[in-house]
């Protein structure tokens, strides 16, 4: 049996994302003719089956082909793996990164996962603590707070809007007293909801008060109490109200990425890049 060319399957790869051997020959940098060279090997010699259904210009993939793409791109992946591990020996070690509990499920579980597949011989230590306990610690890597307009240091992920939000079948915003679920007093998001409040003379109380996001999202979903957060840490049970309900706009707060330029290496900066591009999607 004759094995499998990564770069045959590659190029398999490229017809069936791309629809055609003319814009999968542009992907690969190969002209048609050696596309079409490719497969017909990959075809012939390799599977010995059709892999391709051909209607005039159209390429379609057969049951085969289907079947062939499912390994095809589980086998580059882990191709990409082993070349990542294998020619970059130095991407090892440990990388300590501090972030508040807000951003862990909704940003950092796809950036960790992502991390892990290119360079999975570094440890990352995670450490869940408020933006103001995190500003103080000197041990860390790379550090995710959150900051107010014009207080922002290091280098900007995103910067968003705080929306208020309660359960999708509750109406606490018609109450005279608004139960509120919000992180400790530490937390400047916590005086920003308070204060836009007290501007509008409404009566509200702090009814649930956790360090943990998911502890108030907890209160809030079951219909207890309404929150103000980042409109990205809005889960989708919830209903994000506004002025149609009474309830006053908020800041725009800004998510910051901290570098520690004492223990700066190529295992943090790596990571940096992998959280830049997290937060932006």
């Known amino acids: 049996m004759n094995p499998i060319d990564s770069e045959l399957l590659r190029t398999f790869v490229a017809i069936a994302d791309h629809g055609g051997f003319t814009r999968a020959a542009e992907m690969v940098n190969r002209t048609q003719s050696a596309v079409s060279m490719q497969m017909k090997r990959l075809e012939e010699d390799v599977i010995q089956r059709a892999l391709f259904q051909r209607e005039g210009r159209q390429v379609s993939l057969t049951a085969e082909g289907e079947v062939l793409l499912g ?3 589980r086998i580059l992946k882990l ?5 990542n591990t294998l020619r970059e020996p130095h991407m090892v070690g440990t990388v300590r990164i501090g972030t508040p ?7 950092m579980q796809s950036i960790l996962k992502r991390f892990a597949q290119s360079y999975p011989l570094v440890q990352v230590e995670l450490h869940c603590e408020p933006s103001v306990n995190l500003l103080q610690r000197q041990d860390l890597d790379l550090t995710i707070i959150t900051r107010e307009p014009g207080a922002e240091v290091g280098q900007l992920l995103r910067q968003e809007h705080l929306v208020w939000a309660q359960a999708a079948d509750a109406n606490l915003h018609e109450l005279s007293t608004l139960p509120l679920a919000m992180f400790n007093t530490q937390c400047f998001c916590r005086s920003w909801a308070c204060n836009a409040l007290d501007g509008l003379s409404r009566g509200y109380r702090i ?3 956790s360090p ?3 502890a108030i999202m907890a209160a809030v979903s079951a219909g207890l109490a309404i929150t103000a957060q980042l409109q990205s840490l809005i889960p989708a049970d ?3 109200i506004g002025s149609d309900e009474g309830m006053p706009g908020l800041p725009m707060a800004s998510i910051m990425l901290l570098r520690n330029n004492r223990t700066r290496s190529q295992v943090s900066e790596a990571l940096a890049e992998q959280i830049v591009e997290g937060f932006r999607l």
């Not at 191709?79 to 070349?83: D, I, M, P």
């Not at 509990?101 to 909704?106: I, T």
């Open 212 to 214: 943990s996001l998911s």
């Open 79 to 83: 191709h990409t793996e082993v070349l």
């Open 207 to 209: 009814a649930y008060s």
């Open 101 to 107: 509990d807000d951003y862990v499920m909704r940003f």
């Open 238 to 240: 919830l209903r994000i």
């Open 71 to 73: 390994y095809a791109r």
